[in-house]
């Protein structure tokens, strides 16, 4: 068996070389050195991916991102989180949190939610007196939710590499999503109490007041409850949900009079730079994935795997440990589509269901954000925020582990994943 693109692979990770290109280099070698095997297939390969109708759900939600975030949603959805939880102690980190759940819906990436949030949450914390390591480390940590309320976009790779239902894997996420953001907020809520973080809010906001921040931002809650529901109801496929909540957020823009024609240049740049950064992993990893298939790898792990135990329970935990291993070095999208086709035909084998596997897989790759060494989540909100990374992994362990522990409640746990979609039809 050849494994040389295997070691071209992780060379040029240790040498730094972008994920996209290592892996398109990595698939090139096997092409040019194996006989049999014409080099234009490697183009082919590269090229066949791009025709995938699912795949279509990215740029459509990443452009219902982009518009929302040049539509006022942000400052909306903001001041209805913090009618709610402004008056708790540590008000504005608990603000912090349900604003990420609540944009998770609408940007569907942990990445984009940490840069905007650390843009937003962090200086104003920081003028509350918090200590801008702990608004960082809250800010990146509660953009883990982003990834697994639906539309995540990692959601989706997941569900294309796998060949899993995208429609059910964003149902199972909603749940886990809402467990997720109590868990922070419980943790948030004990170290305020213990550093006397004040609320934001001098006592608690009216029902009415509420109800009128929920007013002003009631459009832009309807991103998610619409995708959602059209996909539970099979109006539309999760691509039709993209292409629908596009033209929902240009409508959410004209009511809120802050979207103009002048913007679109700059939304179609935002969508094209974010769009074709994931597309060009996807295509390199195309052409990677056919070198593994090739040499029979995916089936040798799986065996591999199956011998050190067929309990459904005991592999699920040997993943995870391998998943945050990995995920300490690659970056979560990556090794997402680098590692669902290998992973599936795994837990398939000893009856997990895939669909609440792929929460677990995507939640774990993205804690992964977080950590030392490469966590791309800690870079991100470390350089916005100006802080040492040591500064951020210090006010990380409480948060690593309570992500930690939600990520073994959802892993042992499966009904909180897969009870809605069990309904349906």
Known sequence: MDYLPVVVLFALFAANVPVAFA??????????????IQHQIFIQRFVSVTHSFPLLAIPFFIMTGVIMNHSGITERLMKLADSFTGHMVGGLAQVNILLSTLMGGMSGSANADTAMQSKIMVPQMDKRGYHTAFSAVVTASSSIISVIIPPGIGLIL???????????????GILPGIVLCIALMLVTSHISRLRSYAPSLEKKASWGS???????????????????????????????AGAMAVLYAIIVGYIHKQFSIRKVPDILIETVTATSAVMFIICAASTFGFFLSWERIPAQIAELMLGISDNPYALLLLINLLLLAIGMFIEGGAALILLTPILVPVITEVGIDPVHFGIVMVLNLTIAGVTPPLGTLMFTACSISKIPVKDFVRELVPYIATLIAVLLLLTFVPQISLWLPGTMK
């Open 23 to 36: 892996l398109a280099i990595a698939g090139l070698s096997f092409f040019l050195l194996s006989s049999g």
């Open 158 to 172: 997941y569900g294309f590499m796998g060949d899993v239902s995208i429609g059910k894997l964003f149902l199972a």
């Open 210 to 240: 509420r109800f009128t921040a929920l007013k002003k931002a009631i459009w832009s809650l309807m991103v998610p409850v619409g995708i959602v529901g059209g996909i539970r109801f099979g109006i539309f496929t999760p691509t039709e």
